[in-house]
Nanobody
Framework: QVQLVESGGGSVQAGGSLRLSCAVS????????LSWYRQAPGKEREFVSS???????RYADSVKGRFTISQDNAINMGYLQMNSLKPEDAAMYYC???????????????WGQGTQVTVSS
């Protein structure tokens, strides 16, 4: 069983910062990387950032230079540092596992419940 729990969301003014955390339990043999997605009301879920087990990172164009993804494998935590927040960054943010392991169980994405980010102008 794999569980992901996000935290760190909240309400900030434009230009502010938040750091989201994602605690992962279970499936340590999968050597998970983590991805972050977000979904605003009335919009489709969109990719924000990812980090794989080798530490390679990707970012959506809309957050490049403002967001930084990281992962601490020793304590099974993932982070998304969000700076210079804009009103359009407001959304529910979800973390999800990614894995290059051979196991179908490991490759199956495991999602957290999300944490809400609100950005006021």
């Amino acid at each position: 069983q794999v569980q992901l729990v996000e935290s760190g969301g909240g309400s900030v003014q434009a230009g502010g910062s938040l750091r989201l955390s994602c605690a992962v339990s279970g499936g340590t043999y999968c050597h998970f990387g983590l991805s972050w997605y977000r979904q605003a009301p009335g919009k489709e879920r969109e990719f924000v950032s990812s980090i794989d087990s080798a530490g390679s990172t990707r970012y959506a164009d809309s957050v490049k230079g403002r967001f930084t993804i990281s992962q601490d494998n020793a304590i099974n935590m993932g982070y998304l540092q969000m700076n210079s927040l804009k009103p359009e960054d407001a959304a529910m943010y979800y973390c999800v596992t990614n894995s290059k392991a051979d196991s179908m169980f490991c490759r199956t994405p495991h999602w957290g419940q999300g944490t809400q980010v609100t950005v006021s102008s």
